[in-house]
T-cell receptor, first 116, second 111 residues
C-alpha cells in the first residue's frame, strides 16, 4: 500500500527556535500534500494545502509566515515552524494523495512537537 | 462535502464484530464514503471507501444503505489493537481537496 513517511516523529525545541518537519511519499508521486494539526483529544484541523511547485494555500487563521511550507518535489513537502512558542506544541500530521490514483489520502505517522 | 454524524463512543468485546454507524443524510450523488481510524498518537489509517455498493477488504466491510444516507463500518472480529477513533468522511473522490475530519467514534475493544 501507499506509504507516507514523516520525520521526525518527536521533537523538543526551545522557545524562539525553528523546527522543520518532513513529509515524504515513499512509493508514489503526490502533487498535493496536506498539513494538519491536532491538539489533545481533538480532531485533526487542516492548516494548509501544499502544492508541488507553487505556493501553499493556508486555512483561515493560520499564519503563513510562522508555518512555512515548501513542496519542492513530487515526493517531499516540509513544514517549518518558525520562532516556536509553547502554544505551538501539538501533533502535526501530513497527508498525500497519489496523483495517478486520486481517491484515498494516506497519512504520515505524525510529529509530536513540544516547545519548552 | 456532506456532513457526517457518528456516535462519540462505542464499546465492543474482543472477538466480536464491531459495527460503527455513520449518518450522512445530505450526501450527494458523486460523493464517496471514506473511513479512517486513528490509533493513539499515530496518523490516521485508511480503512475503506465506497460509493453505493457494499465493499470489503482485508480490514473491514462497508455497508451503505440503498438511499446512501447512512453507512456502517464492520470490523468482523475486533481485537484490542482495533481500539481507536474511527472517522467517517464524505467527499468527492476525484478532487484535490483535503479530508475533513469530524469528531469520530472512539471505539474501545474490551477483553
Amino acid at each position: 500500500g501507499a506509504v507516507v513517511s514523516q520525520h521526525p516523529s518527536r521533537v523538543i525545541c526551545k522557545s524562539g527556535t525553528s523546527v522543520k518537519i518532513e513529509c515524504r511519499s515513499l512509493d508514489f508521486q503526490a502533487t498535493t500534500m496536506f498539513w494538519y494539526r491536532q491538539f489533545p483529544k481533538k480532531s485533526l484541523m487542516l492548516m494548509a494545502t501544499s502544492n508541488e511547485g507553487s505556493k501553499a494555500t493556508y486555512e483561515q487563521g493560520v499564519e503563513k509566515d510562522k508555518f512555512l511550507i515548501n513542496h519542492a518535489s513530487l515526493t517531499l513537502s516540509t513544514l517549518t515552524v518558525t520562532s516556536a512558542h509553547p502554544e505551538d506544541s501539538s501533533f502535526y500530521i501530513c497527508s498525500a494523495r497519489n496523483r495517478l490514483r486520486n481517491t484515498e489520502a494516506f497519512f504520515g505517522q505524525g510529529t509530536r512537537l513540544t516547545v519548552v | 462535502d456532506a456532513k457526517t454524524t457518528q456516535p462519540p463512543s462505542m464499546d465492543c468485546a474482543e472477538g466480536r464484530a464491531a459495527n460503527l454507524p455513520c449518518n450522512h443524510s445530505t450526501i450527494s450523488g458523486n460523493e464517496y464514503v471514506y473511513w479512517y481510524r486513528q490509533i493513539h498518537s499515530q496518523g490516521p489509517q485508511y480503512i475503506i471507501h465506497g460509493l453505493k455498493n457494499n465493499e470489503t477488504n482485508e480490514m473491514a466491510s462497508l455497508i451503505i444503505t440503498e438511499d446512501r444516507k447512512s453507512s456502517t463500518l464492520i470490523l468482523p472480529h475486533a481485537t484490542l489493537r482495533d481500539t481507536a477513533v474511527y472517522y467517517c468522511i464524505v467527499r468527492v473522490a476525484w478532487n484535490n481537496n483535503d479530508m475533513r475530519f469530524g469528531a469520530g467514534t472512539r471505539l474501545t475493544v474490551k477483553p
